[in-house]
């Protein structure tokens, strides 16, 4: 059943809204990520450095769902995407015998990606010379624990 409704003379409302797909910052990367993959001559990406740091107090509840990792420096295109960078470091529940709670990936769970726990800080910007990932830090694996032990 729809929730479209009409109402008076206005033309029939078919449940599209105007905006488009693909125009976020994030929505190009990606695009240009998979056009990457299929041509190796593409490369030489600007890109800016940032330092993602904990803010949030040791005892804070969050640290319970999000273990945390210190402070972690990474290559990447925007502040946003600095935290999925980070954030897709870290294990996800498809590689060890867990289920994630809500979702049908532990991704979105990331300690990196709550700006309550950690706070991105641009230190460079416009760099050619590194790739995109982690250039200084550890991410631990230790985030997922796995429902039988071995």
Do not use: C
Request: negative net charge; without cysteine.
């Amino acid at each position: 059943m729809s929730n479209v409704s009409r109402t008076g003379k206005e033309e029939i409302n078919n449940a599209t809204s105007p905006t488009t797909f693909g125009r976020s910052v994030e929505s190009q990367a990606q695009m240009q990520d998979a056009a990457a993959q299929a041509s190796p001559d593409i490369g030489g990406e600007m890109l800016n450095i940032y330092r993602l740091e904990p803010i949030a107090k040791p005892d804070d509840p969050r640290w319970a769902n999000a273990p945390g990792h210190g402070t972690i420096v990474v290559a990447a295109r925007t502040a946003g995407d600095a935290r999925i960078v980070a954030a897709a470091r870290e294990l996800d529940f498809m590689e060890v015998d867990a289920a994630p709670a809500e979702d049908v990936t532990t991704v979105n769970a990331s300690a990196f990606r709550d700006d309550k726990l950690y706070t991105v800080i641009e230190i460079d910007r416009d760099r050619r010379d590194v790739e995109r990932g982690i250039v200084d830090g550890v991410v631990s694996v230790e985030t997922i624990r796995p429902v039988e032990s071995d």
